[in-house]
């Protein structure tokens, strides 16, 4: 054997060396269970196994050149076996004497080419079945990431539809009452707003009015007085119907009472003409401050029939 080892080439005993370093590093890596790389290390095997098994080849076919050489010079020197010298005879010993080692090493060599390739197929299903075993570990995890992703994504979309089913019962009927508690305070505020302002335009209107139309008395009181002065009638002590309504018609004589029926007459067409200005003034002055008050009350915000 150790003959063997001898004859072997330089690379050859390195690819050895190298290949029984990886085993020792693959049993280490066994006993502490540090299998993180075992992929690579059995691609690493099949790569010096590969390497060991052309090695092997190589010293297989130089140990048959060199056997198939030595049996050719025997094979010469027996062709002329009637012709030996001294010469001829020490070399025939010599090849006989070395056709047994050649033959032994072919023999070694073959055996070694036969372990190499036997251990680069080993190596080569070990490196199969790491990479099938590895294929198989990234299935089971990529269908744990899946179906922990699939149940995330359920447990959200639960989730949401609880949020989405709290806000419907909870939040959305508070909302709307605070919204309708809102216009509600808003819209009473503002009739309450109108409702004064109208009052006050009301009031205003009527504290005109009877400005007017105390005026317009005070100045029909004062021309009927000219008038009966001017007839020479003295206007009667103010009684009850006096002060309620303004006027009291006079005693008079005949021809007075004739003059008095015309002025009477024309007093009456220009009452009946003040009047109706009056009429058409008090008209005016109600759309006047109706379209104030309407103008003023623009920005509040419109009745429940807006």
Known sequence: MSASFAQQSPDSRQSAASLSWVRNGAASRDTTQYKNSKTLFFSSVSSLSRANLDDSKRAYVEAVNLRSNSQKLINDLLSRKSSWSEDDLSSYTALLRSEHSQTRAETDSQSRYEQAERELQSAFDDLVRAVMRRYHEEQIWSDKVRNASSYASLVVAALNIL?????????????????????????????????????????????????????????????????????????????????????????????????????DEEKRNEWAVTSGLGALAGVAITLAFAFLAGGSAGGLPPGPGQ
């Open 163 to 263: 949020i989405f089913t709290a806000a419907i019962i909870f939040v959305e009927p508070y909302k709307r009452r605070k919204l309708a508690e809102t216009f509600e305070k808003r819209l009473l505020e503002g009739e309450a707003q109108g409702r004064a302002l109208i009052q006050a335009t009301i009031a205003d209107f009527e504290a005109r009015t009877a400005q007017a139309q105390e005026a317009l008395t005070n100045e029909v009181r004062d021309g009927y007085g000219r008038i009966l002065s001017t007839l020479g009638a003295s206007p009667p002590p103010p009684t009850s119907d006096t002060v309620s309504s303004g006027l009291q018609r006079p005693t008079l004589p005949l021809a007075a009472r004739l003059r008095v029926g015309l002025a």
